[in-house]
Nanobody, 121 residues
Framework: QVQLVESGGGLVQAGGSLRLSCAVSGLRFSTNVMGWYRQAPGKQRELVAYISKVGTIVSADSVKGRFTIARDNAKNTMYLQMNSLKPEDTAVYYC???????????????WGQGTQVTVSS
């Protein structure tokens, strides 16, 4: 019933930009905390950024100043604008939603299928 569908991934050169989208259905989007995670080969899945229902944003140090997370409650869609991309940003990026609504917990309620982002040098 609940679906989170990512789009916008692809192959870009270092220094380039991508915008990821996460379309959400089947849940109360406006009351959920929404976030982006990524997982590179051989590494643990890590939090990139999340945004609460009131717009509070927390970002990983590795992406501060380069990535921007946003949500559009009217469209039930979350975005991740990625600028100044680096090869180390290469990973599968996952959309996540949680009913806590305040902050992203260790165990997330819902996950998307992921979209591949590859940054070449």
């Amino acid at each position: 019933q609940v679906q989170l569908v990512e789009s916008g991934g692809g192959l870009v050169q270092a220094g380039g930009s991508l915008r990821l989208s996460c379309a959400v259905s089947g849940l109360r989007f406006s009351t959920n905390v929404m976030g982006w995670y990524r997982q590179a080969p051989g590494k643990q899945r890590e939090l990139v950024a999340y945004i609460s229902k009131v717009g509070t944003i927390v970002s990983a140090d590795s992406v501060k100043g380069r990535f921007t997370i946003a949500r559009d409650n009217a469209k039930n869609t979350m975005y991740l604008q990625m600028n100044s991309l680096k090869p180390e940003d290469t990973a599968v990026y996952y959309c996540a939603a949680d009913k806590s609504s305040i902050a992203m917990p260790n165990m997330v309620d819902y996950w998307g299928q992921g979209t591949q982002v590859t940054v070449s040098s």
